[in-house]
């Protein structure tokens, strides 16, 4: 069956004509998909009984089951949802000072093969559709009876590998008559995919972007992350610079430290010479342990080093709080898992 959460505003008007309604009534939907985040059709009350009983017939509103909830000592919680096909996704909810952040995965497991991060490996499935990565939202908002006010693309999956579904998700949450979020309050995260990252400055979109670079020379990145055989750092920079340009957004780079690896002063000077005249942060992710993974911890005294010599030369760094590792919630911890066995 259809799902209906995977029609933007537009197309749902074209469905409702083709059922032979009026186009309004995509707007009454959407209202009660978004902002009422109601689960079943019945519960449409403006709706005839006649119209909601063809709704049924063609469309499913993809409601989640909650299989596993965990709660991290920070107050992080981590879903474990049914994606009704025998897979199951994780998605993170944070709160911040400022609100909810939810990190949302936008693929069932991943291509990309990153060796240090636990979403990765053999199995990736499939891509979720628009309305698999919006029903993480509202099942979110239904279980922890909130408002999600901030959305990360930095559960599983690469999301510029899923560019159309992920392009027509934020088309929804950006509506003032879907979730009603600013694209600034977005942000999507790459390995790189660098002709997607041309397209994606081409959408005028105001999301944030982030690209996972964690290397400075291409022997260290190739080594950490395969996608870079494909598209080298030169590649790369080139891409972000482009986006720089035609968008006038700052980029933001996360750089995760791992012990004796990429965590020395060497590697932040050529950070430094990378970075050089780009409109752009860099978020220091202390890298978190997976299981079976090479890569360990940089010392705290080596972080604050590097974070140090990056600010000294003149470029913006923080150091990303690390949320949710005691649950297995933060970042590079996310897999997907199978419910059969
Ligand atoms: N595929 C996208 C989205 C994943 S975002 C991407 O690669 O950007 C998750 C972020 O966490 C990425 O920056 C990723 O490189 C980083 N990450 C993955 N494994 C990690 C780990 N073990 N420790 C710290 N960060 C990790």
Known sequence: ???????????????????????????????????????????????????????????????????KKQESEDGTKKYLFDVLDGNAIETVLMEYHHGYSICVSSQIGCKMGCKFCASTGINFIRNLSSGEILEQILAVERDANIKISNIVFMGIGEPLDNYNNVINAIKIINNPKGLNIGARHISISTSGLVPKIYDLASENLQCTLSISLHATTDEKRSAMMPVNNSYNIETLMKACKDYIEKTNKRISFEYALAKDNNDNIEDAKRLVKLLKGMICHVNLIPINKIENGEYTKSTNENIIKFRDYLNAHGIVATIRRELGSDIDAACGQLRRKNLNN
């Open 1 to 67: 069956m259809k799902n209906i959460k995977d029609y933007n505003l537009e197309e749902l008007k074209q469905e409702l004509i083709k059922l032979g309604e009026k186009a309004f009534r995509a707007e009454q939907i959407f209202k009660w998909i978004y902002q009422e985040n109601v689960t079943s059709f019945d519960e449409m009350t403006n709706l005839s009984l006649e119209l909601r009983e063809k709704l049924k017939k063609e469309y499913t509103l993809c409601i989640y089951k909650i299989i």
